[in-house]
């Protein structure tokens, strides 16, 4: 079972940054690599940003593109998400996700939500001023 634990959301002002952190396991870190997904009320879930536990390679929704970094920490056993920034079109909640490592090796990211196997709790990010 792998266990994913989402921290760092909250109310911010647009421009304003947030660094959310997923928590994992070492066996996590080992066999999956990992997407942020968010999702806003009466939208469907969309995948954020990723990252391979393989050989660290990202990948970034055009939406964030510039403005969001995903990082890994092994010795923490924590992924981030650095949000900077933020628009009022941000405002969601994220979800940090384990997609299988055989899924990504050599391939695009998978998006669609159903491909990744364990879920965080989900956090909530609102930008408002």
């Known amino acids: 079972q792998v266990q994913l634990v989402e921290s760092g959301g909250g109310l911010v002002h647009p421009g304003d940054s947030l660094r959310l952190s997923c928590e994992t396991s070492?066996?996590?870190?080992?066999?999956?690599?990992f997407g942020w997904f968010r999702q806003a009320p009466g939208k469907e879930r969309e995948a954020v940003s990723c990252?391979?536990?393989?050989?660290?390679?990202?990948w970034y929704d055009d939406s964030v593109k510039t403005r969001f970094t995903i990082s890994r920490d092994t010795t923490k056993k924590t992924i981030y998400l650095q949000l900077n920034d933020l628009r009022a079109g941000d405002t969601a909640v994220y979800y940090c996700?384990?997609?299988?490592?055989?899924?990504?090796?050599?391939?695009?990211?998978?998006?669609?939500?159903?491909?990744?196997?364990?879920w965080g709790q989900g956090i909530q990010v609102t930008v408002s001023s």
């Open positions: 996700a384990a997609v299988p490592n055989m899924l990504v090796v050599g391939k695009p990211f998978p998006r669609p939500a159903s491909q990744y196997d364990y």
């Open positions: 990252i391979s536990s393989l050989d660290g390679r990202t």
């Open positions: 070492d066996f996590a870190l080992n066999y999956y690599s």
